[in-house]
Protein backbone atom coordinates (compact mmCIF):
# COMPACT_ATOMS: atom_id res chain seq x y z
CA UNK A 1 0.00 0.00 0.00
CA UNK A 2 1.12 3.69 -0.30
CA UNK A 3 0.13 6.24 2.41
CA UNK A 4 0.42 9.67 2.81
CA UNK A 5 0.54 11.81 6.27
CA UNK A 6 -1.76 14.69 6.58
CA UNK A 7 -0.70 16.31 10.11
CA UNK A 8 -1.11 13.19 12.85
CA UNK A 9 -3.52 11.32 10.26
CA UNK A 10 -2.82 8.82 7.86
CA UNK A 11 -4.34 7.62 4.53
CA UNK A 12 -3.66 4.33 3.18
CA UNK A 13 -4.18 4.33 -0.73
CA UNK A 14 -4.34 0.63 -2.30
CA UNK A 15 -2.83 0.13 -5.69
CA UNK A 16 0.82 -0.34 -7.48
CA UNK A 17 3.24 2.09 -8.50
CA UNK A 18 2.44 1.35 -12.27
CA UNK A 19 0.40 2.44 -15.05
CA UNK A 20 0.00 1.92 -18.44
CA UNK A 21 2.00 4.16 -21.33
CA UNK A 22 -1.26 4.84 -23.23
CA UNK A 23 -3.45 6.23 -20.51
CA UNK A 24 -1.04 9.07 -19.73
CA UNK A 25 -2.07 12.09 -20.38
CA UNK A 26 -0.59 14.80 -23.07
CA UNK A 27 1.45 16.59 -20.18
CA UNK A 28 2.82 13.83 -18.86
CA UNK A 29 3.87 12.34 -21.87
CA UNK A 30 5.94 15.20 -22.85
CA UNK A 31 7.29 15.36 -19.25
CA UNK A 32 8.58 11.52 -19.88
CA UNK A 33 9.48 12.44 -23.12
CA UNK A 34 11.85 15.50 -21.74
CA UNK A 35 13.41 13.08 -19.31
CA UNK A 36 14.29 10.80 -22.07
CA UNK A 37 16.09 13.42 -24.37
CA UNK A 38 17.56 14.47 -20.65
CA UNK A 39 19.16 11.37 -19.54
CA UNK A 40 20.04 10.41 -23.07
CA UNK A 41 22.23 13.79 -23.48
CA UNK A 42 23.84 13.47 -20.00
CA UNK A 43 25.73 10.82 -18.73
CA UNK A 44 26.94 12.54 -15.96
CA UNK A 45 24.43 12.27 -13.25
CA UNK A 46 25.24 15.45 -11.69
CA UNK A 47 24.70 17.13 -14.83
CA UNK A 48 21.38 15.39 -15.30
CA UNK A 49 19.85 16.80 -11.97
CA UNK A 50 20.90 19.86 -12.38
CA UNK A 51 19.09 19.71 -15.25
CA UNK A 52 16.00 18.12 -13.61
CA UNK A 53 15.99 20.43 -10.83
CA UNK A 54 14.42 22.68 -13.29
CA UNK A 55 12.66 20.25 -15.80
CA UNK A 56 10.85 18.26 -13.70
CA UNK A 57 8.80 21.67 -11.57
CA UNK A 58 5.65 21.49 -13.16
CA UNK A 59 5.58 17.75 -11.95
CA UNK A 60 6.63 17.86 -8.10
CA UNK A 61 6.79 21.60 -7.43
CA UNK A 62 9.96 20.65 -5.41
CA UNK A 63 13.03 22.85 -3.54
CA UNK A 64 15.37 20.27 -3.56
CA UNK A 65 15.56 16.92 -5.82
CA UNK A 66 18.20 14.00 -4.82
CA UNK A 67 19.14 10.80 -4.98
CA UNK A 68 19.94 8.99 -1.85
CA UNK A 69 21.16 4.81 -2.45
CA UNK A 70 21.90 2.24 0.19
CA UNK A 71 25.43 1.64 1.50
CA UNK A 72 25.70 -1.88 1.93
CA UNK A 73 28.68 -1.84 3.47
CA UNK A 74 27.77 0.20 6.25
CA UNK A 75 23.79 -0.40 5.87
CA UNK A 76 22.85 3.45 5.67
CA UNK A 77 21.20 5.48 3.19
CA UNK A 78 23.83 8.00 1.27
CA UNK A 79 23.35 11.04 -0.58
CA UNK A 80 24.66 10.31 -4.27
CA UNK A 81 23.16 13.46 -5.50
CA UNK A 82 21.56 16.74 -4.63
CA UNK A 83 20.53 19.87 -6.78
CA UNK A 84 18.17 22.61 -7.21
CA UNK A 85 16.81 25.03 -9.57
CA UNK A 86 17.74 27.41 -7.06
CA UNK A 87 20.75 27.93 -4.89
CA UNK A 88 20.79 24.93 -2.17
CA UNK A 89 20.02 26.63 1.34
CA UNK A 90 22.67 24.70 3.09
CA UNK A 91 24.98 21.73 3.83
CA UNK A 92 22.66 18.95 2.92
CA UNK A 93 22.62 15.48 4.93
CA UNK A 94 24.86 12.97 3.51
CA UNK A 95 23.95 9.69 5.47
CA UNK A 96 20.65 8.47 7.35
CA UNK A 97 19.73 5.17 9.25
CA UNK A 98 17.86 2.94 7.76
CA UNK A 99 15.45 2.42 10.62
CA UNK A 100 13.67 5.66 11.59
CA UNK A 101 13.84 7.40 8.42
CA UNK A 102 11.85 7.86 5.80
CA UNK A 103 14.33 6.87 2.97
CA UNK A 104 15.22 4.06 4.63
CA UNK A 105 11.47 2.71 4.92
CA UNK A 106 10.59 3.53 1.28
CA UNK A 107 13.89 1.16 0.32
CA UNK A 108 13.36 -1.14 2.32
CA UNK A 109 9.37 -1.04 1.46
CA UNK A 110 9.77 -0.41 -2.10
CA UNK A 111 6.73 1.99 -1.87
CA UNK A 112 6.37 5.70 -1.86
CA UNK A 113 5.92 7.88 0.71
CA UNK A 114 4.30 11.23 0.77
CA UNK A 115 4.82 13.76 3.98
CA UNK A 116 2.50 16.47 4.31
CA UNK A 117 3.47 18.00 6.99
CA UNK A 118 7.26 17.28 8.60
CA UNK A 119 6.35 19.05 11.44
CA UNK A 120 3.60 16.60 12.43
CA UNK A 121 5.05 13.38 11.32
CA UNK A 122 5.78 11.19 14.11
CA UNK A 123 6.66 7.92 12.35
CA UNK A 124 10.12 8.63 11.35
CA UNK A 125 12.30 9.69 14.18
CA UNK A 126 15.49 10.24 12.03
CA UNK A 127 14.17 12.96 10.22
CA UNK A 128 14.74 15.56 12.84
CA UNK A 129 18.27 16.12 10.96
CA UNK A 130 16.01 17.85 8.62
CA UNK A 131 14.55 20.17 11.32
CA UNK A 132 17.25 23.17 9.99
CA UNK A 133 15.56 23.16 7.03
CA UNK A 134 12.18 25.02 6.07
CA UNK A 135 11.30 21.46 4.57
CA UNK A 136 7.26 20.75 5.08
CA UNK A 137 6.36 18.54 2.53
CA UNK A 138 8.36 15.31 1.28
CA UNK A 139 7.65 12.60 -1.32
CA UNK A 140 9.98 9.90 -1.11
CA UNK A 141 10.12 6.95 -4.25
CA UNK A 142 11.63 3.58 -4.57
CA UNK A 143 14.23 3.88 -7.04
CA UNK A 144 14.53 0.42 -8.40
CA UNK A 145 15.92 -1.67 -11.29
CA UNK A 146 14.83 -4.90 -12.48
CA UNK A 147 17.85 -6.49 -11.17
CA UNK A 148 18.55 -3.78 -7.66
CA UNK A 149 16.99 -1.97 -5.29
CA UNK A 150 19.36 1.25 -5.60
CA UNK A 151 17.50 3.97 -2.88
CA UNK A 152 15.05 6.61 -3.25
CA UNK A 153 14.27 9.85 -5.13
CA UNK A 154 13.60 12.79 -2.67
CA UNK A 155 11.95 15.89 -3.54
CA UNK A 156 11.06 18.43 -0.64
CA UNK A 157 8.96 21.57 -0.48
CA UNK A 158 8.43 24.80 1.68
CA UNK A 159 4.54 24.36 1.22
CA UNK A 160 2.40 22.00 3.47
CA UNK A 161 0.83 19.37 1.65
CA UNK A 162 2.42 20.23 -1.71
CA UNK A 163 2.15 16.75 -2.55
CA UNK A 164 -1.46 15.68 -1.48
CA UNK A 165 -2.79 15.62 -4.87
CA UNK A 166 0.45 14.30 -6.27
CA UNK A 167 -0.67 11.43 -8.88
CA UNK A 168 2.27 8.84 -7.35
CA UNK A 169 1.93 6.39 -10.17
CA UNK A 170 3.03 8.70 -12.49
CA UNK A 171 6.01 10.24 -10.60
CA UNK A 172 6.92 6.59 -10.16
CA UNK A 173 7.12 6.08 -13.21
CA UNK A 174 9.50 9.00 -13.81
CA UNK A 175 11.57 7.46 -10.70
CA UNK A 176 11.75 4.09 -12.74
CA UNK A 177 13.22 6.17 -15.52
CA UNK A 178 15.77 7.80 -13.26
CA UNK A 179 16.54 4.76 -12.05
CA UNK A 180 18.16 3.61 -14.96
CA UNK A 181 20.00 6.48 -15.48
CA UNK A 182 21.40 5.86 -12.28
CA UNK A 183 22.10 1.99 -12.50
CA UNK A 184 23.69 3.06 -15.91
CA UNK A 185 25.73 5.64 -14.80
CA UNK A 186 27.04 3.47 -11.38
CA UNK A 187 28.05 1.17 -13.97
CA UNK A 188 29.57 3.55 -15.59
CA UNK A 189 31.72 5.07 -13.23
CA UNK A 190 32.64 1.33 -11.94
CA UNK A 191 33.54 0.13 -15.61
CA UNK A 192 35.75 3.70 -15.71
CA UNK A 193 37.33 2.76 -11.95
CA UNK A 194 38.15 -0.46 -13.42
CA UNK A 195 39.64 1.05 -16.76
CA UNK A 196 41.56 3.40 -14.60
CA UNK A 197 42.89 0.29 -12.02
CA UNK A 198 44.05 -1.41 -15.36
CA UNK A 199 45.83 1.58 -16.64
CA UNK A 200 47.62 1.99 -12.96
CA UNK A 201 48.34 -2.02 -12.97
CA UNK A 202 49.65 -2.11 -16.75
CA UNK A 203 52.08 1.53 -16.01
CA UNK A 204 53.27 -0.11 -12.98
CA UNK A 205 54.27 -3.47 -14.53
CA UNK A 206 56.15 -1.35 -17.37
CA UNK A 207 58.18 0.68 -14.34
CA UNK A 208 58.90 -2.86 -13.22
CA UNK A 209 60.10 -4.30 -16.54
CA UNK A 210 62.15 -0.78 -17.26
CA UNK A 211 63.86 -1.21 -13.60
CA UNK A 212 64.54 -5.38 -14.68
CA UNK A 213 65.73 -4.63 -17.71
CA UNK A 214 68.00 -0.94 -16.15
CA UNK A 215 69.19 -3.84 -13.74
CA UNK A 216 70.48 -6.26 -16.05
CA UNK A 217 72.35 -3.91 -18.04
CA UNK A 218 73.92 -2.68 -15.00
CA UNK A 219 74.89 -6.02 -14.39
CA UNK A 220 75.97 -6.84 -17.43
CA UNK A 221 78.13 -3.46 -17.11
CA UNK A 222 79.57 -4.36 -14.56
CA UNK A 223 80.54 -7.85 -15.28
CA UNK A 224 82.13 -6.06 -18.70
CA UNK A 225 84.39 -4.38 -16.33
CA UNK A 226 85.24 -7.19 -14.64
CA UNK A 227 86.20 -9.16 -16.93
CA UNK A 228 88.48 -6.39 -18.40
CA UNK A 229 90.01 -6.04 -14.90
CA UNK A 230 91.13 -9.14 -14.86
CA UNK A 231 92.25 -9.45 -18.41
CA UNK A 232 94.39 -6.19 -17.03
CA UNK A 233 95.32 -8.12 -14.29
CA UNK A 234 96.48 -11.11 -15.80
Given amino acids: SMFRTHQAQSLTIKGTAQIAVPGLRQEQYLTLLGLEKAISSHRNIPDLFRDLACRLQGLFKFRDIGVMLHDQTNNVMRLYVLEACEELLREPVTEVPIDGSITGWVWQHQQPVVVSDLDHDTRFPATKSLRPYPAKSICSLPLTTAHQRLGTLNVWSE????????????????????????????????????????????????????????????????????????????
Fill in 159 to 234: EVGAYDELDLEFAQLVATQIAVAVDNAIHFQEAQLYQQQLVTERDALRRMLEENAQAYREIDALKNRLEEEKLYLE
